[in-house]
């Protein structure tokens, strides 16, 4: 059901409670380490928003971890920044390297706050070249799915219920 145009962002409270990515890290070590492994592989990763009518849109992006704390970034003025800024809700996917996974296939959903202060963008983003928007990223889902012989291993981790492995054979 896409989010209603318009409609107001309820607090993530309200739609299920998210976590710094520290939170991740502590609570999740290994599955946190093999996620942001896949993520900082590739310098793009694939960002998916919702457009002013509640349509998907999947968009290029750059993903940095950096003092315990997921960063999403953006030059401005696009439209996924517009999206962003409309409704913070996203999720993030790793740039599948080859066929067969290996490392894994990463996904991060969760809910952006935009970082306006100065000293905090630049300590983020150093050297960065023109206007550009920056998102700390509140992490409410990470799934990593690992292929092994005829199997599918699918290990998440979600605020509040901690890690879960599922086996598909």
Do not use: C, N
């Not at 630049?122 to 799915?145: K, S």
């Not at 292929?147 to 699918?154: E, G, K, Q, T, Y």
């Amino acid at each position: 059901m896409p989010y209603p145009a318009g409609a107001a962002w309820q607090t993530p409270r309200d739609h299920g409670a998210m976590a710094p990515w520290r939170d991740v890290v502590a609570e999740a070590p290994e599955l946190a380490r093999k996620v942001e492994a896949r993520f900082t592989a590739h310098k793009h990763a694939v960002l998916g928003t919702l457009r002013r009518d509640g349509a998907p849109r999947l968009s290029g992006t750059e993903t940095t971890f950096k003092d315990g704390e997921l960063w999403l970034g953006s030059m401005e003025p696009a439209r996924k920044a517009d999206d962003v800024r409309r409704d913070p809700r996203l999720a993030l996917h790793s740039a599948t390297a080859d066929a067969d996974l290996k490392g894994g296939d990463a996904k991060i959903s969760g809910r952006a706050e935009e970082i306006t202060d100065e000293a905090t963008r630049a300590a983020v983003v150093q050297g960065a070249p023109g206007a550009f928007v920056l998102w700390r990223i509140d992490v409410e889902e990470v799934a990593l799915v690992e292929v092994a012989s005829d199997r599918l291993w699918i290990t998440s981790w979600h605020e509040g219920r901690g890690v879960t492995t599922v086996d598909r054979a």
